[in-house]
């Protein structure tokens, strides 16, 4: 948790000062709050400010300790909206989990503690040997393939049972196809997708 101390001091500049003393931070390293005057001293708020790389970080240690996986994470930073975590290690299994559901639930919630009281969303991936994108790259290759079929044979086609990651893929990848649409149905975790013709759609 971040430390946080308020001080006084005859300026804001010393009040400043005294409190980054205290808590053995730079002022790169500390988020300032101004809080006004009392009794002709100058109050402020310093919050250690904590890295998202950190915050992360100390998070999956915990639940690779917890999970007996002995890993290294390495973080890449696709666009300004969105932290790339692969993780590589013995064991790594442990870490993915049947279907991809550990790393799933890893992913979420790393999303919530990265974005706690923040207004700007980041987008937080965590991935385990990239398995998450090769996963993702068949579920596309699935998703054309089993499209080609529904127009071929004009009947929808239902797909086996996936995690709401996954079939989130299966949505994203036909959403721009103006022959098929999709549908998730069923209760979890027996939920699946279901691809068919849009309606009044002639095929040729």
């Known amino acids: 948790m971040a430390r946080t101390i308020i ?12 409190a980054l003393t205290e808590l053995q931070l730079d002022i790169e390293n500390a988020d300032v709050e101004v809080l006004g005057n009392e009794d002709e001293f100058s109050v402020v708020k310093v919050t ?3 890295s998202d ?8 240690k915990e639940v690779m300790s917890y999970l007996g996986v002995e890993g290294e994470p390495s973080f890449s930073y696709p666009d300004e909206e969105t932290i790339k975590i692969d993780i590589a290690g013995d064991n ?5 989990g049947k279907r991809g559901d550990v790393v799933y639930a890893v992913s979420y919630l790393a999303n919530i ?3 706690k009281d923040k207004t700007v969303f980041k987008r937080v991936i965590v991935d385990c040997e990239n398995y998450r994108a090769n996963k993702e790259k068949k579920l596309i290759d699935l998703a054309n393939s089993t499209a080609a079929r529904v127009c071929k044979y004009r009947r929808p086609i ?5 995690p709401a990651a996954e079939r989130r893929i299966i949505h994203t990848a036909l959403q721009s196809n103006r022959m098929v649409e999709t549908e998730s149905f069923g209760v979890e975790p027996q939920r699946c997708v279901v691809i068919r013709l849009r309606p009044y759609t002639k095929v040729i």
Do not use: D
């Open 48 to 50: 250690e400010h904590i």
């Open 158 to 162: 239902q797909l086996p049972p996936m």
């Open 53 to 60: 790389e950190t915050k992360i970080s100390v998070f999956l």
């Open 7 to 18: 001080k006084k001091g005859k300026t804001v500049e010393e009040a400043i000062s005294l």
């Open 113 to 115: 503690i990265v974005n």
């Open 92 to 96: 790594i299994s442990s870490m993915i």
